[in-house]
């Protein structure tokens, strides 16, 4: 018997009051797969995951993570469950410290490994053991971003959601970022990955689903993606 997908949506639509900015999606993750959301500026790949993560509760269709109807699970039950969102923008608490953000990042947890997971989290992210006393709002943005990634890694994701993690930052700091993303698919952790740099995205995910105008235009494998050069209209909208 197969099983169950660890996301699956059906027929999903997310409306802003009476504007539907996502339409009719539907889509499944298998635990350990990486799926990148792609499509050009306004599709609507934000908006899918703020879907997701129940922060958009303006939602209609079938939203199932870990076999439990998510229909009406809060925000920070999904959050419990190990569905874990790092928006974009980072949104990390800027007069708080480092170490402050990161821990923060365990609320939701009830065992009593946080001490040991949260040394795991700084050896993954060095920069910010060397920071860790730091006012978060002091950090780069690239920094920043590391954090977020952090902190989101300290509420133990069953599948970690990352919206635009490459946005706005230099070359170099953009490959320190995804040589974390890569080590985190190593270790089997299931992300849903949205991501402006679709050729970037690609090269780090399983497959892809393609959004336009918020409604799913074409899913398949990345590698299917990037040999089709019809794809690519779909993809930077023109």
Not at 51 to 79: C, E, W
Not at 197 to 212: E, F, P, T
Request: hydrophobic letters at 40%; glycine letters at 10%; one cysteine or more.
């Amino acid at each position: 018997m197969q099983a169950e997908p660890l996301l699956s949506l059906k027929g999903v639509s997310a409306y802003y009051d009476k504007l539907c900015a996502v339409r009719d999606i539907s889509l499944s993750i298998s635990a350990g797969e990486t799926l990148c959301v792609i499509g050009p500026n306004g599709a609507g790949k934000t908006t899918l995951l703020k879907a997701i993560s129940g922060v958009l509760r303006n939602v209609t269709g079938s939203i199932r993570f870990d076999g439990t109807d998510m229909a009406h699970v809060s925000p920070q039950k999904r959050v419990a469950q190990g569905l874990i969102h790092v928006p974009e923008g980072r949104q990390i608490f800027g007069s708080m410290t480092v170490e402050e953000n990161i821990r923060i990042g365990g609320f939701a947890r009830t065992d009593e490994k946080t001490d040991a997971e949260f040394s795991e989290t700084l050896a993954m992210f060095p920069r910010l053991g060397e920071r860790r006393k730091q006012l978060a709002g002091t950090l780069s943005g690239g920094e920043q971003q590391m954090l977020a990634m952090a902190r989101a890694l300290m509420g133990k994701p069953k599948l970690l959601m990352l919206d635009e993690p490459s946005m706005g930052l230099a070359p170099i700091v953009v490959n320190e970022i995804y040589r974390q993303i890569g080590m985190l698919r190593k270790r089997g952790v299931t992300i849903l990955l949205v991501e402006q740099n679709a050729k970037l995205g690609l090269q780090y995910s399983d497959r892809a689903l393609i959004l336009g105008a918020g409604t799913a235009r074409y899913e398949g494998s990345c590698e299917e993606i990037l040999r089709d050069r019809s794809l690519t209209s779909l993809v930077f909208g023109h």
